[in-house]
């Protein structure tokens, strides 16, 4: 299967500041990658949907301007939370899919976000 | 709007029981249907997958068959073991929403020695 890489794995900051979390698909090129979250044994939330080279699609209540997402190459996507809180700890997840025809998933390892 | 639900957690096994974990699903299309699972601090790994009704899905042990008329897709395996712990997600994807998934709440899962 396909092999994403998501960093950092885990990341701690300080409430206020912005975090950047990566998402690369390694052997394929991803036209679409998907940002979930998931708090404490619960589900995985779509956030957004991330389209190669044009703005992403957020799902209904989550706030764009809080949530940057970038989509700039065929392998690459970023989340960035932007002054983040305390209320922002989860657990981010990336998927990609590698073609439109393909239903299958791959997600990344996930990272862990702590703001203290 | 579509919808995934499964039995609720947590469920604890001794090794070696028989693992069933109810899924059922609400989808306006024809969706295909999924279960992932997650270890502890990981992301998710697709366990099986089946696309169309009446389709089985296998993998390591586990299997689930899409029941249209039922809109279910339980997962069940035979003998658990010791390194099958973890959490269980049931999740749909319909072909016209841009491959994205919706996911059930998650059946945690431990199997006790």
């Known amino acids: 299967g396909a092999v994403v890489s998501q960093h950092p794995s885990w990341v701690i900051c300080k409430s206020g500041t912005s975090v950047k979390i990566e998402c690369r698909s390694l052997?394929?090129?991803?036209?679409?990658m998907f940002w979930y979250r998931q708090f404490p044994k619960q589900s995985l939330m779509l956030m957004a949907t991330?389209?190669?080279?044009?703005?992403?699609?957020?799902e209904q209540g989550v706030e764009k301007d809080k949530f940057l997402i970038n989509h700039a190459s065929l392998t690459l996507s970023t989340l960035t939370v932007t002054s983040a809180h305390p209320e922002d700890s989860s657990f981010y997840i990336c998927?990609?899919?590698?073609?439109?025809?393909?239903?299958?998933?791959?997600f990344g390892q996930g990272t862990r976000l702590t703001v203290v | 709007g579509d919808s995934v639900t499964q039995m609720e957690g947590p469920v604890t096994l001794s090794e070696e029981a028989f693992l069933t974990i109810n899924c059922t699903y609400t989808a306006t299309g024809y969706p295909s249907l999924f279960w992932y699972v997650q270890y502890p601090g990981e992301g998710l790994q697709l366990l099986l997958k089946a696309t169309k009704a009446d389709d089985k899905g296998s993998n390591k042990g586990f299997e689930a068959t899409y029941r249209k008329e039922t809109t279910s897709f339980h997962l069940e395996k035979g003998s658990v073991q010791v390194s099958d712990s973890a959490v269980y997600f049931c999740a749909l994807m319909e072909e016209n929403q841009g491959g994205k998934l919706i996911f059930g709440q998650g059946t945690e899962l431990s199997v006790k020695p």
């Open positions: 998927s990609v899919r590698t073609g439109i025809m393909n239903t299958e998933a791959f």
């Open positions: 052997d394929f090129q991803a036209t679409t």
């Open positions: 991330s389209n190669e080279g044009s703005k992403a699609t957020y």
